[in-house]
C-alpha cells in the first residue's frame, strides 16, 4: 500500500490546481488518474474566464496559459454578446485554450511541485475509517490517505460511493460536441435557428469545433460521425461536407448538484460536486476556483495549523457559487429555445445588455469577479476577490497577486505601522506594509476608499478590513489561520 497525505481521483483541471495548491502548502498529494496520459485530442472545455485567469496570476502562473491561448474581450449570456474591456480587473478578457493543453501546463507545474500523478490508476472503491481512506485502484498496489477528494467529474465514483445525494433536474436537450473536417466552411459563430448550434475553430489551421442540438434525447450509444451529420443536416440543411472527426461526445443540460460537498474524510469539488449546460463556459473554471477554496484550508488542516472544523467553510462558501451558475445555465439554456415568445426575451435581454449597469452586473457575474463569501457583517470588501492593486513596499514596486505567489496569508497594512503582533500567525501570515494610492474599484461597488489594512486568504479573498485600529483582528487572524 502507497500512502499519502492526501490522494485526489482524477487529473482534469480540478484535481490538477487542488494538487499544485496542497504541494505549495507542502503537503504530500498525489492524483489518481484512469487515463494513461493527457488527452491530445478532444477537449470539452475551451477557456478561461477573467476569475480564473487572475487565481492563475495569484500563483505566478497565468503566463504559461496566456502564451498558448488567444485572448479577447468579449463575454456572452445565451450567445448575447458583450464586452468586458472596462471590467475592474487586470485580466479584463477570456482565454480561448482547450482543456487538454490546460491540463498539460498544469500537469507540468504540480510535477515541477514534486506531485505524484498514477496515470492508468483508477479508483474504483475506498473505505474510509477513522484517520484515512483505502483505496482499491484499477492498477498497482492500492493508495491509503488522509483524505480524499473526488475530482472525477459527473459522473463521480467518489461521490456514489459515499453516498451523497446528487438532486436537480433531468435532461430537456442534448447536444453533440466533435472536432471535424469540412469541405465547405460552415457560418462561424453561434446560432439558434433550427436548435442550437455553433462552428468555431481554437487554431488558425486546426480542425473546426461543432456543436449541435440532437433531434432527439436519450440515445447513450457512443455517437458517431453519421449522428452528427444527421443533426447538422436537421439543423442547417447540410453537413457541410463533413468527413471526418478525431474525437466525438455527448452532453446535455442535465443541471444537478452535490448535497454536501463533504462526508468526514472525502471531499467533491468540480463536476463530481455540479453539473449544468456548458453554455458560457463556467465548468472548468467554476472546479478551478473550488480547488483553490479548498486546498490552502485542507493543507492547514493536515498540517494541525487549524481545526477540522475548517473545512466546514468549504460547503458554505463554494456550495451557493456553484448553485448561482446552475441558476444562470439553466436561464440561458431556456433563451437558446425556438419560437418568437422566446425571440422577444432575447431581445429584450440584448437591450438590457447594451446598458452599462446590467451589463457591467451580468459581465461581472459570468466572468467570476463578483464572488462575494459571506463572512459576516462588516466592510464592503469583506468576503470579496482582492483586487490586484499596484502596490511600493520597502522592497520596492510589487502587485497585491505577486505576493499570493506562495499561497500564504497576506497582512497588507497601508499608511503608519500598526503596534500588533503577528508572530503567532507568522507560520501562515505574512505582514507587510505598503503604499497605494486612489480607490478600489469592484465590479458592482465602483471606487471604495482604501482602509487601512486588510486581511486577505491564500485564495484571495478578504477576510477582515480595518480603520484605524486592529480591532477584531486577532478574531480573523485565529477563525482562518489559528
Known amino acids: 500500500m502507497t500512502e499519502h497525505a ?71 449570456y445565451s450567445g448575447i454578446f458583450f464586452d468586458t474591456a472596462d471590467l475592474p480587473t ?26 505524484s500523478i498514477y496515470y492508468g490508476r483508477e479508483v474504483i472503491g475506498f473505505a474510509q475509517d477513522a484517520t484515512g481512506v483505502d483505496l482499491a485502484v484499477s492498477a498497482g498496489p492500492p493508495l491509503r490517505g488522509s483524505y480524499l477528494v473526488g475530482c472525477d467529474g459527473g459522473r463521480s ?98 443541471t444537478r448538484q452535490a448535497a454536501t460537498y463533504r462526508d468526514r474524510r472525502v471531499l467533491l469539488a468540480g463536476d463530481a460536486a455540479h453539473v449544468h449546460f456548458p453554455i458560457g463556459g463556467q465548468g472548468l473554471n467554476t472546479g478551478m476556483q473550488d480547488a483553490v477554496n479548498l486546498g490552502w484550508k485542507l493543507a492547514q488542516v493536515i498540517n494541525g495549523t487549524s481545526p477540522e472544523r475548517l473545512l466546514d467553510t468549504y460547503h458554505a462558501e463554494r456550495h451557493p457559487v456553484a448553485a448561482r451558475v446552475l441558476h444562470n445555465t439553466m436561464a440561458q439554456t431556456a433563451l437558446n429555445g425556438p419560437g418568437q415568445r422566446v425571440d422577444a426575451l432575447r431581445d429584450t435581454m440584448a437591450e438590457l445588455l447594451g446598458m452599462h449597469e446590467p451589463r457591467m452586473r451580468v459581465a461581472a457575474m459570468m466572468c467570476g469577479l463578483d464572488i462575494h463569501y459571506d463572512l459576516g457583517d462588516g466592510h464592503a ?63 458592482d461597488l465602483c471606487q471604495v476608499p482604501t482602509p487601512d489594512a486588510v486581511l486577505i486568504r491564500p485564495d484571495g479573498h478578504v477576510a477582515w478590513v480595518g480603520h484605524g485600529a486592529a480591532t477584531g483582528l486577532r478574531d480573523a487572524l485565529n477563525r482562518w489561520f489559528a
Open 381 to 443: 470588501l469583506l468576503g470579496r476577490r482582492m483586487p490586484d492593486l499596484d502596490l511600493r513596499t520597502a522592497e520596492g514596486a510589487t502587485r497585491v497577486f505577486a505576493l499570493l505567489h506562495e499561497a500564504r496569508g497576506i497582512l497588507l497594512r497601508f499608511g503608519q505601522p500598526w503596534a500588533f503582533d503577528i508572530s503567532p500567525w507568522a507560520h501562515r501570515v505574512s505582514a507587510i506594509d505598503a503604499e497605494h494610492t486612489g480607490g478600489w474599484e469592484l465590479p
Open 157 to 254: 465514483l467518489v461521490r456514489k460511493t459515499a453516498r451523497i445525494a446528487f438532486p436537480g433536474w433531468d435532461p430537456s436537450t442534448s447536444c453533440l460536441v466533435a472536432d471535424v473536417e469540412m469541405t465547405s466552411e460552415p457560418p462561424w459563430g453561434l446560432h439558434r435557428n433550427g436548435g442550437f448550434h455553433s462552428f468555431f475553430k481554437f487554431e488558425d489551421d486546426g480542425p473546426v469545433r461543432v456543436m449541435v442540438t440532437e433531434p432527439r434525447i436519450g440515445n447513450v450509444d457512443e455517437p458517431t460521425l453519421r449522428d452528427i451529420s444527421e443533426a447538422l443536416v436537421c439543423a442547417r440543411g447540410t453537413d457541410y461536407g463533413l468527413r471526418s472527426a478525431t474525437w466525438i461526445s455527448r452532453f446535455t443540460d442535465a
Open 6 to 76: 492526501v490522494v485526489i481521483a482524477g487529473a482534469g483541471p480540478t484535481g490538477l490546481m487542488l494538487a499544485g495548491e496542497l504541494a505549495l502548502a507542502g503537503i504530500d498529494v498525489a492524483i489518481a488518474e484512469r487515463r494513461t496520459r493527457h488527452d491530445l485530442v478532444g477537449s470539452r472545455a475551451g477557456g478561461m474566464t477573467p476569475r480564473t485567469i487572475e487565481v492563475l496570476d495569484q500563483r505566478g502562473i497565468a503566463d504559461r496559459f496566456l502564451a498558448q491561448g488567444t485572448t479577447g474581450q468579449n463575454g456572452h
Open 90 to 115: 487586470r485580466h479584463n478578457y477570456g482565454l480561448g485554450l482547450q482543456q487538454h493543453r490546460i491540463e498539460r501546463i498544469l500537469a507540468d507545474w504540480v510535477i515541477e511541485l514534486g506531485v
